[in-house]
């Protein structure tokens, strides 16, 4: 009888352990949003961003192959090609601090919103990844500042650089 319950005591602590774990692990990388593959097309669970003015003449005085560098912060938009495009949210910012040892250099992921003439399409890309649209095509180059040990870095530091070519 006591082996047993022994055995139960020991069983529900490994477990205890493995969930703990997995939940430090979880707030250390600041997981919190569900897995989503490379460049796939994201239903948002917030309220959709406002659709701005887009200026259909922008686009016609750009010749197809034109190339922009954007750098911008979160909810900051920016017009390329008769198309807006805003960073609305980190998905995922796991990348390793400064002065810290990781066994993986992490991931910056964000949220990008782009409102063209045949409505808003909402991706989520990451650092290197491209993705393209019936008019433009956006490559995330990468995004600022990198993570340190001691702070936490807030959404409205975070200045992000988009290469942007009208296709």
């Known amino acids: 009888m006591r082996r047993k319950r022994k055995r139960k005591y020991l069983l529900l602590s490994v477990l205890a352990a493995i969930f703990l774990f997995i939940g430090g692990y979880l ?3 600041k997981v919190h949003a569900p897995e989503i593959k490379k460049n ?5 669970k917030e309220p959709p961003l406002p659709k701005p003015t887009v200026s259909t003449t922008a686009s016609t005085t750009l010749p197809t192959g034109s190339y922009k560098t954007l750098t911008l912060k979160f909810h900051e938009k920016a017009t390329f090609a008769g198309a807006s495009i805003e960073p609305y949210a980190i998905i995922e910012d796991s990348r390793c601090a400064k002065g810290v040892q990781c066994i993986w250099a992490g991931r910056l992921r964000i949220g990008i919103g782009i409102f063209e003439s045949d409505g808003i399409k909402n991706f989520v890309l990451q ?3 491209s993705t393209t649209t019936a008019h433009l095509s956006i490559t995330f180059v990468g995004g600022s500042p990198y993570p340190e040990a001691s702070r936490v870095i807030s959404e409205k530091e975070y200045i992000i650089t988009l290469n942007v070519k009208k296709n």
């Open 27 to 29: 707030v250390i990388t």
């Open 127 to 129: 650092e290197g990844e």
């Open 40 to 44: 796939e097309e994201v239903v948002s």
